[in-house]
Nanobody
Framework: QVQLVESGGGFVQAGGSLRLSCAASGRTFSIYGTGWFRQAPGKEREFVAAIRWGGGFTYYADSVKGRFTISRDNAKNTLNLQMNSLKPEDTAVYYC?????????????????WGQGTQVTVSS
């Protein structure tokens, strides 16, 4: 099993920045891919960004490309999401997720492990 714990959410004004972190523990050697998803009230969970745990591959949703940066620190078993130029439509609960063998990185069903989520609220 893999345990994921997010941190770093909060309240920010439009145009501001936040940095989310996700600490992974347990059988982290089984992780191949990790990602961030978000879910706004009344909406389905949507893909934000993904990164191969060993590095060398990143993938972003069009809505965040150029504003968000996903990264990982394997030594610390940590996944990060730097969010800049935040917009009110970025308001959501953000979840980190890990997958053993993803084929469709944007598909939430490909990820076996999930964190509890952290709230991000962007005011206009």
């Amino acid at each position: 099993q893999v345990q994921l714990v997010e941190s770093g959410g909060g309240f920010v004004q439009a145009g501001g920045s936040l940095r989310l972190s996700c600490a992974a523990s347990g059988r982290t050697f089984s992780i191949y891919g990790t990602g961030w998803f978000r879910q706004a009230p009344g909406k389905e969970r949507e893909f934000v960004a993904a990164i191969r745990w060993g590095g060398g591959f990143t993938y972003y949703a069009d809505s965040v490309k150029g504003r968000f940066t996903i990264s990982r620190d394997n030594a610390k078993n940590t996944l990060n999401l730097q969010m800049n130029s935040l917009k009110p439509e970025d308001t959501a609960v953000y979840y980190c997720a890990a997958a053993r063998a993803p084929t469709d990185w944007a598909n939430s069903y490909e990820y076996e492990y999930w964190g509890q989520g952290t709230q991000v609220t962007v005011s206009s």
